[in-house]
């Protein structure tokens, strides 16, 4: 199977590996490549003879106007040089909650994303993810004042990256959903707490205190937003929180 995967960060490098050596003919384009998404330069080329396109990329920046421009101007190119190329499946990776927090810029972004696959004329599946174990630095240090860090308790069922990369694999050579699937970790945590385990494994100094004000990138956070969809159906990954700071 021929897989062409857009945006070779941390889930597109893995995926790529993990697919070839499954024995599939598989490529993942970064920016280096010379193909820019959101103008369609040199994407006809790069899906040509592509049985799957993967849309892993990301905005360079999060402000709500380049976002959103990022997300409806790369899929109408990704969609519609797949549709041109004879591509049998469009596969992206969105968020689990999007539609729970559009005072988010960033998921009003990625939900127009998903509204461009849907109205596209390419099979698809829309493979909404929790947030990556690996974000959590990130959260921490966004919510950092001085040596305090002010996080909130609103709820997380994060998951690995790596699980992330399997159940995402299968979905790519899998036939197309028409649809979206739910992928979530095994555990359910505030935030503050995920942060607490984070230093107490990693030796930070920092100071953790639950603020329930402090929010989500902007976004108020609840205990349901973030976290897999009652009734629809996520697949569970494996690898616990504790888990994955252990093997670090």
């Not at 421009?69 to 109408?76: C, I, K, L, V």
């Not at 689990?96 to 509204?115: F, H, I, N, P, S």
């Not at 493979?127 to 308790?153: C, H, K, L």
């Not at 159906?233 to 616990?240: K, L, Q, R």
């Amino acid at each position: 199977m021929r897989i062409v995967i857009f945006g070779a960060g941390l889930i597109g490098s893995q995926l790529a590996a993990h697919l070839a050596d499954g024995g599939h003919d598989v490529v993942a384009l970064g920016r280096e490549a010379g193909i820019d998404t959101t103008t369609g330069q040199g994407v006809a080329e790069a899906v040509a003879g592509a049985d799957v396109v993967v849309d892993l990329t990301n905005s360079p920046s999060w402000a709500d106007d380049d976002v959103l421009a990022f997300f409806r101007d790369s899929t109408a190119h990704l969609v519609a040089a797949g549709a041109a190329a004879g591509v049998g499946h469009h596969v992206i990776l969105s968020i689990v909650g999007l539609d729970r927090l559009t005072d988010a810029g960033y998921m009003r972004a990625k939900l127009a994303q998903e509204a461009g696959v849907v109205g596209g004329a390419v099979p698809s599946t829309i493979v909404r993810s929790t947030q990556f174990f690996e974000f959590v630095p990130g959260i921490a240090d966004a919510s950092t004042e001085g040596d305090v860090v002010r996080a909130t308790p609103g709820k997380l069922q994060p998951i690995a990256s790596s699980d992330v990369v399997a159940h995402l694999a299968e979905v790519v050579t899998g036939a197309p959903a028409n649809g979206v699937v739910e992928i979530a970790g095994p555990d359910v945590l505030g935030i503050d707490e995920l942060v607490k385990r984070l230093f107490a494994a990693t030796g930070d100094p920092r100071t953790v205190v639950t603020d329930p004000a402090s929010g989500y990138f902007g976004a108020a956070l609840d205990d349901t937003a973030l976290v897999a969809t009652p009734g629809a159906g996520a697949w569970i990954a494996p690898t616990s929180y504790d888990a994955w700071l252990a093997s670090k």
